[in-house]
């Protein structure tokens, strides 16, 4: 699995940047993703992801317009519509993983700059069947082993799903205003990749392992820089293969050994492959985009997320659920 993981990322990352993409990083994080979640693929399960990512795409670019001159309309509209899709995770739902991932970039490019909205779109759409492609090449020449894998982790109580889902969506829009009046796509996507990747990640890690998720993205960081570094000194396509694949093995290897740590990996590997990513990208660069400052800005992300979320998580799930004792308790007294 790990081979699998590390082979898909590199060759993804290599692909989106030789096709010159603004967002080059998102075919390999996409097979990252899917490979990662051991989830079983074949041609119908593939066409019917690409359809969703284009439906997503489409209504979110839509909303993106009709809402355009209507900012607060906007905002309840998209906290609305992400509600959901953190509900239908909450409860099982993979699928809605997708919606998230264009509900909460597609608009904030749009406001930034249409075209950039636009680019996003082919890039993510694009994106999917190069990733599906290189899924299906990476499970050919690396046979998938079916070994049935054990859930470590406890599934929510059904009861606290959407007090689950209200406390992520709260996470997530407040960085989706506050980019709404500021802001640089760079900043604007490294920040949304890494909240969404924490606050999907997160219950999976269990409990206690907020500080793990943390590091989870330092690592990352890092590891881009050193990744940035070395492909600069040698600026070559194959190059820039092998640097990916050894730091996806990196990752990789944890994540394919399973446990509590594949989750803090998968937000580390994710983190890894945006930054380096962005810093390859023909994006317009700013001060704000410059490689210590960007690592920086993950570690602030993160820590805003993690702490924000288990706070609110706190205050709505964990004492919905103790309420419902207390009021028997008093009962039976």
Not at 135 to 151: D, H, T
Not at 235 to 262: Q, R
Not at 315 to 333: A, D, F, M, T
Request: with cysteine; net charge positive.
């Amino acid at each position: 699995m790990a081979f699998r993981i590390a082979l898909a990322a590199a060759a993804g990352f290599t692909l989106g940047h030789l096709l010159g993409w603004d967002f080059p990083f998102l075919p390999s994080l996409i097979a990252v993703q899917l490979l990662a979640s051991g989830a079983s693929l074949d041609v119908k399960r593939a066409g019917g992801f690409v359809l969703l990512m284009a439906i997503g795409c489409s209504v979110s670019l839509f909303i993106s317009l009709f809402f355009a001159e209507r900012p607060l309309s906007l905002v309840l509209m998209i906290g609305i519509l992400i509600f959901l899709e953190f509900w239908a995770l909450a409860r099982g739902k993979a699928a809605a993983a997708i919606f998230l991932i264009t509900t909460s970039f597609v608009p904030l490019m749009a406001v930034s700059s249409l075209d950039l909205a636009y680019a996003l779109v082919h890039n993510l759409v694009v994106g999917s069947i190069l990733a599906l492609l290189l899924i299906f090449l990476v499970n050919a020449l690396i046979p998938v082993e079916r070994v049935s894998r054990q859930k470590d982790e406890a599934k929510p109580a059904p009861d606290g799903d959407v007090f689950t889902a209200l406390a992520n969506t709260a996470v997530l829009m407040s960085l989706f205003v506050y980019f709404m009046g500021a802001g640089t796509p760079t900043s604007i996507i490294v920040i949304m990749v890494t909240a969404i990747t924490i606050l999907q990640q997160s219950a999976s890690a269990g409990r206690g392992a907020a500080f793990g998720l943390v590091m989870g993205n330092i690592a990352g960081g890092l590891a881009a820089t050193a990744a940035y570094l070395l492909v600069t000194l040698l600026p070559a396509p194959g190059f820039l293969f092998i640097v990916v694949l050894f730091f996806g093995l990196v990752f990789a290897a944890k994540i394919g050994a399973g446990g509590t740590m594949a989750a803090i990996y998968s937000v580390g590997v994710a983190t890894f492959l945006t930054v380096l990513g962005l810093g390859l990208s023909p994006l317009p660069q700013d001060s704000g985009t410059l490689f210590l400052s960007r690592v920086s800005t993950v570690i602030l992300a993160s820590l805003y997320t993690v702490g924000v979320a288990s706070v609110l998580r706190w205050l709505l799930v964990e004492r919905s659920s103790r309420s419902p004792r207390v009021s028997r308790g008093e009962e039976k007294g």
